[in-house]
RNA sequence: GGUCGCUUGGCUCAGUUGGUUAGAGCGCGCCGUUCACAUCGGCGAGGUCAGUGGUUCGAAUCCACUAGCGACCACCA
């Protein structure tokens, strides 16, 4: 029979890829192909679609690995189980992109190619894009059923997301109003509230009158948006406004007509600039909103594209930028600005590209969130939401954040849903004149135009749960089938707790819609990747670590461990190099253990039962490892891969490579015990490096048997060992350890003999008669050991063999440090003695040194003494 | 302004219902290593668990307050 040897040491990159290619070969990523029993639990995981222009970065390689590690853990333990990939067309960003680049390639811009072959750019740039971050996920060794993929914006779930609409449509929830909204003068788009970002900023505050004869001052950081005032608001209680509330003022405006109605609101805050507060409801939300309370006119001041609208003057055709400063001169000129300091200001700017936002009124496509509906049993999207979160069926992890849903759900206002951008889903919504179709297909009869709006990336993606899965094919009739029957709602949504509220509190209300039920049973929020020094890692910053680079060169399972471990739930954490590298040592020590293990195998057996332990060392390991199993189990089922991760780590290096594999080599023929070892710890460490695993599994066991499918281990074990004994055991081969180095030592033999005994009995004759030949009359103790627990019998029977052993594994070690000192000290006397004696040196040195070497050489010759008559008195 | 989180050896972090001597990795010091592995082994130094007060037989852990840091939400024009 031929030996399996494995190399020497483990070179990822010779396996990686292949393994890959072998697992997919098997077909055991669709969970179709699964030998399972018609009634096995499905487990399911949608992959949160990574942009199709991104490439990997390791906040996608963090996720890839902890989705990974509870598919796989899943999939050997028997679910059908199924995760599917996808990616998202993240119209803004994706747009952007090919915006810039066009811009660099040819100097135009979109407008400049209009929309038709704009788009046709865009789809050119993802069919070569999107294969790259496909392919990168692979690298991670991530266990996708490809044969599944989606895409956010292909023919599936366009029609999907068109069904969608209509029936949100029909069931009232969808509505077209005018609004405030936020709006990116660079992108041309409109932002979600929470596509708007606030960067702390330093601004001017102009206090001033609108002109000589207004009794009033106001004051405001946007001087040019006062052209379209249409009031002031001031507070009720202040007593220097009180006589103005409900008079409308007339002022002119560096030339422009105004007429100000002076309103009362609570909001406004008496003690910020003047306490008064122009009223602009074009360009501002908070003014918006006081003019619908008050039912004041609307001048819009500002248009698309940040200038000022005709009809302004001179200032018509200005940015805003230039408008506010040609408006400060004149303020100033005419003697009316009575003060100018700066404050701190939050300015709010475009998430994408940083410019700042201009609030304009629009006319746009809402989500009404506050609506009931018969779908929802009569209550709206936001209470069912939140009725999902209440009754527990949805399990946050960590718990901390079901608090930040049930906030933000609270506070969710009707959702904007159209976007003025040219690449995403187009709605299905035709004009004629003033009226309005939306249906599944464009209207028959001429002179309709469609809709040419998009909608928010996140409609799509708030519907991915079930679009992936078949949505609305199989939902005829309210009737789930196919995919969607088996694998919705599914197990586990893992994502960043950043997008808690973007995307996780849309999926509840579209997938509770949609079908009826809470799209996941658990939210898991993973921490975001931070550089060394703690700071979010970007490409601006080019503080990055490149995933593909660290997988080239440590492998991608040393990459994989070192985004599990040492994090913890909705917690970000830090990864560097070093850490990695620190787990590519791993992962090459757990080879070596295997490899070790294979030279004391002689037939490996890949379905072996935890065999019989001979000795107390051999009892000891499979408690441990027994332990190991119960533990990881535990920690995976509280999501506490990290901790896991650790245990496994714990037994493998201290308990396995550092203790037992070297008391092996002293007790020798530990064949079945190692492979019963080995094998368990290639199945317990596959989710979290299953490359290497896999390879080492496929040299034992040959091409047809994949690990990947095996069974997850149980905590077997022919013999439980009690907790106190375990504590007695280690101490044993602790002292094993330590004779062993202090080299000769007789009683520590004995202990040996005791390990080889095995039985009981044996055990304690051995133990007998060390304490009977100990000096310290502890001998005199007799061993009552029948009936009673190993642990017990021992702890009575002695402090004696702890106490006896610490004597000797001090005394050797002492001796073998003194020894050591000797042999060194005898070196170095001998080295200085040699140069004291050199003519050349006692020549040439300065005599301070030399002084010093013989300084060094007089305390060295006085140590030596010293060790000497030490070490003859032991 | 509101909410949440963090503060543990030089660095990065664990510490699961309060329980003997607070752990790990890296780094550091010393020693070793042709026999699975230097991508290794052994030994060691290093912590008043941010501070104060409280509850308790017992607190890194629970409570209150204080200080520093961070995130999210809201937003004063």
Not at 212 to 224: C, K, S
Not at 243 to 248: A, D, E, N, V
Not at 389 to 394: N, P
Not at 443 to 464: I, R, Y
């Amino acid at each position: 029979m031929k030996p399996i040897t494995l190399a020497k040491a483990y070179e990822p990159a010779k396996y990686e890829s292949k393994i890959y290619k072998r697992w997919l070969a098997s077909g055991f990523f669709n969970p179709d192909n699964l030998n399972l029993p018609a009634d096995a639990p499905t487990y399911t995981i949608i992959l949160p679609p990574p942009n199709i222009t991104d490439r990997l970065h390791l906040g996608h390689a963090a996720m890839l690995a902890i989705e990974d590690l509870f598919i796989r853990y899943k999939r050997m333990s028997g679910y059908r189980t199924l995760w599917l990939p996808g990616t998202d067309h993240a119209a803004i960003a994706t747009q952007t992109v090919v915006e810039k680049k066009l811009k660099q390639e040819a100097g135009k811009s979109r407008h400049d190619l209009g929309r038709e072959k704009f788009l046709k750019k865009v789809w050119e740039f993802l069919k070569a894009t999107q294969a790259i971050i496909l392919k990168q996920i692979e690298t991670m060794g991530a266990s996708l059923d490809w044969s599944r993929l989606a895409f956010t914006l292909d023919e599936p779930r366009q029609a999907a997301v068109k069904e969608m609409f209509v029936r949100l449509y029909e069931a009232g929830l969808l509505y077209r109003g005018e609004r405030i909204v936020n709006w990116c003068p660079h992108c041309r788009s409109t932002l979600a509230d929470d596509e708007v970002e606030y960067r702390e900023q330093p601004a001017e505050l102009y206090t001033f009158r609108y002109d000589a004869d207004f009794p009033l001052a106001i004051a405001t950081t946007r001087p040019e948006t006062k052209l379209g005032d249409t009031a002031v608001a001031v507070n009720p209680a202040d007593p220097r406004y009180k006589k103005f509330i409900g008079q409308t003022l007339r002022a002119n405006f560096c030339g422009q007509e105004l007429n100000l109605k002076i309103i009362a609101d609570r909001q406004v805050v008496m003690d910020f600039g003047t306490g008064a507060l122009g009223v602009t409801p074009a360009h501002a939300l908070a003014d918006w909103q006081l003019a619908e309370a008050n039912n004041l006119p609307v001048v819009k001041v500002i248009d698309e594209h940040g200038l000022i609208r005709e009809g302004f003057g001179a200032f018509s055709g200005l940015t805003a930028v230039a408008a506010r400063q040609a408006i400060v001169a004149q303020l100033r000129a005419d003697g009316l600005l009575e003060r100018e300091e700066t404050i701190s200001n939050n300015l709010s700017v475009c998430y994408r590209c940083g410019t700042a936002i201009e609030p304009l009124p629009s006319r746009q496509w809402f989500v009404a969130v506050d609506k009931p509906v018969a779908q929802l049993n009569n209550q709206s999207l936001k209470q069912a939401a939140l009725a999902a979160a209440d009754m527990g069926q949805i399990t946050f992890v960590p718990e901390r954040f079901t608090k930040r849903y049930w906030d933000w759900m609270n506070n969710l206002r009707d959702w904007c849903i159209s976007r003025q951008i040219w690449f995403g889903h187009s709605l299905p919504v035709w004009y004629r004149g003033e009226e309005i179709y939306v249906g599944r297909t464009a209207p028959a009869e001429n002179g309709w135009t469609q809709d040419s709006d998009t909608l928010d990336t996140w409609f799509s993606s708030s519907m991915w749960t079930f679009s992936t899965l078949g949505w609305p094919d199989n939902f005829a009739d309210g009737q789930k089938q196919g995919d969607l029957a088996k694998y919705h709602p599914t197990q586990l949504m893992d994502t960043g707790y950043e997008i808690i509220t973007l995307w996780v509190s849309r999926m509840i209300m579209m997938s509770l819609f949609a079908t009826g039920e809470i799209p996941f049973a658990t939210v898991y929020l993973h921490g975001m990747v931070l550089d060394k020094q703690g700071k979010k890692m970007s490409k601006s910053k080019g503080n990055g670590i490149d995933p593909m680079a660290m997988v080239k060169l440590y492998g991608a399972d040393a990459v994989r461990l070192s985004l599990l471990i040492g994090t913890t739930p909705g917690t970000d954490f830090r990864v560097s190099e070093d850490k990695i590298a620190g787990y590519r040592n791993f992962t090459n020590k757990f080879w070596n253990i295997a490899r070790f293990i294979l030279l004391n195998i002689n037939q490996p057996q890949s379905d072996l039962k935890p065999p019989p332990g001979q000795t107390l060392a051999d009892r000891w390991i499979l408690e441990e490892l027994a332990q190991t199993i119960t533990e990881v189990d535990r920690q995976l089922a509280d999501y506490n891969f990290s901790r896991a991760g650790e245990q496994l780590e714990k037994f493998t290096w201290d308990s396995l490579a550092d203790w037992y594999l070297e008391i092996a080599k002293i007790e020798g023929d530990k064949g079945a015990i190692l492979n019963y070892c080995l094998n368990t710890l290639l199945k317990l460490w596959h989710p979290f490096m299953p490359f290497m695993t896999e390879t080492i599994w496929l040299q034992i066991y040959g091409q047809d048997k994949l690990l990947m499918v095996e069974a997850w281990p149980t905590a077997d074990r022919p013999e439980r060992v009690a907790t106190a004994d375990m504590a007695v055991i280690k101490e044993l081969i602790v002292g094993i350890r330590a004779a062993r180095s202090a080299n000769k030592l007789e009683p520590a033999q004995k202990v040996k003999a005791v390990l080889y005994a095995g039985e009981r009995q044996a055990l304690l004759q051995a133990q007998a008669e060390l304490i009977k030949n100990l000096r310290t009359g502890i001998g005199e103790l007799a061993i009552e050991a029948s009936g009673r627990p190993l642990a017990e019998a021992i702890y009575s029977s002695v402090g004696g063999i702890e106490v006896y052993l610490i004597a000797a594994v001090d005394a050797a070690k002492e001796k073998l440090r003194l020894e050591k000192d000797f042999v060194n000290l005898e070196k170095f006397i001998t080295g200085l003695e040699a140069r004291l004696a050199n003519a050349e040196f006692t020549a040439k040195a300065p005599p301070a040194i030399i002084q010093q070497e013989t300084d060094k050489l007089r305390r060295a010759q006085s140590d030596l003494a010293k060790i000497t008559e030490r070490l003859n008195k032991l």
